[in-house]
């Protein structure tokens, strides 16, 4: 896959999220930059079975880049004996001693969810990871088992308290000391309002400025409706994530070919992208 995702652009990028090889498709022949690859049923960043992932990336090939979600990285604490769940219970009253312990006897027990090879990114959400000391080291680790040529987009959500996920402003830091590639802005609750019913216009606009002055790109999604797109484009984020708005329904389901067509129309009017 190539890098120009995060190539200077002049305008904000289009990322559309899918959930099999015929959305896929649809979203390729729209003209879309960006193709994210996920299950909607799943929560904010549900990650889609393998089988999926490598279908995706078979009809995708290397027309676009394509992300993976990967799930919410306390998902990868697997339960294990009643002994390590103690472990766990007292790790999340910040005895950080004995997580460190239970991580470095047996790192086995960490098993988060990765992209198949071919991605160039995979993004794993911090739900519940403001109650583990050791989140750091666990998405580092997660990190470290990304196949080769895929980059980490670290997700901060604008209903952190929601989540129990740090704040936007920490995940900032700590990704751009761990070296993700960009930093997502996502909702965690989808049922209690879309990014805008949380957060005001310039909220949004101070979270792209402060990632842009630690020279890291930003990416917007939350279900965003279309009509809320012009003004967002206008704060000029690198990217503008969506899924639910070109739906025919709710998130989980369809993608509709009229409403995706309408959504690339308000990036690029001439309905072509410069790669």
């Given amino acids: 896959m190539s890098n120009s995702l995060f190539k200077s652009t002049d305008h904000p990028r289009l990322l559309v999220s899918v959930r099999d090889a015929a959305e896929a ?4 022949d729209a003209g879309v930059d960006v193709i994210d690859v996920k299950d909607p049923g799943q929560g904010s960043l549900g990650a889609a079975t393998t089988a999926t992932m490598q279908e995706i990336v078979e009809v995708v090939g290397n027309n676009v880049p394509c992300s993976a979600a990967c799930g919410e ?7 294990g004996s009643a002994a390590d769940s103690a472990i766990l219970e007292q790790s999340f009253l910040h005895d950080s001693g004995r997580l460190g312990d239970f991580l470095a006897r ?3 027990e960490f098993r988060p969810q990765l992209p198949t090879p071919g991605f160039a990114f995979g993004k794993i959400g911090l739900s519940r990871c403001a109650r583990i000391d050791h989140w750091r ?14 980059q980490a987009v670290a997700v901060c959500y604008a209903d952190a308290a929601t989540a129990e996920a ?4 920490l995940v900032l830091r700590e990704a751009k ?5 960009a930093i997502l802005l996502d909702t965690f609750e989808k049922h209690q309002g879309g990014l805008l019913d949380l957060w005001r216009l310039g909220e949004v606009a101070a979270f792209i400025a402060a990632a842009r002055a630690t020279e890291m790109q930003s990416a917007i999604s939350g279900s965003i409706d279309l009509g809320s797109v012009p003004a967002l484009l206008e704060l000029e984020p690198d990217f503008i994530a969506i899924r639910g708005a070109i739906c025919v329904g709710d998130r989980s389901t369809s993608i509709d070919p009229n409403r995706l067509q309408s959504l690339v129309g308000l990036f690029h009017s001439d309905n072509t992208l410069t790669r």
């Fill in 177 to 181: 000391r761990m070296g993700c590639a």
């Fill in 137 to 150: 080291k666990l998405y580092q680790s997660w990190m470290a088992q990304l196949p080769a040529g895929c």
């Fill in 73 to 79: 990285l306390a998902d990868g604490l697997t339960p």
């Fill in 25 to 28: 498709q649809l979203a390729l």
């Fill in 106 to 108: 047996d790192p086995q």
């Fill in 166 to 169: 740090p704040e936007w402003a």
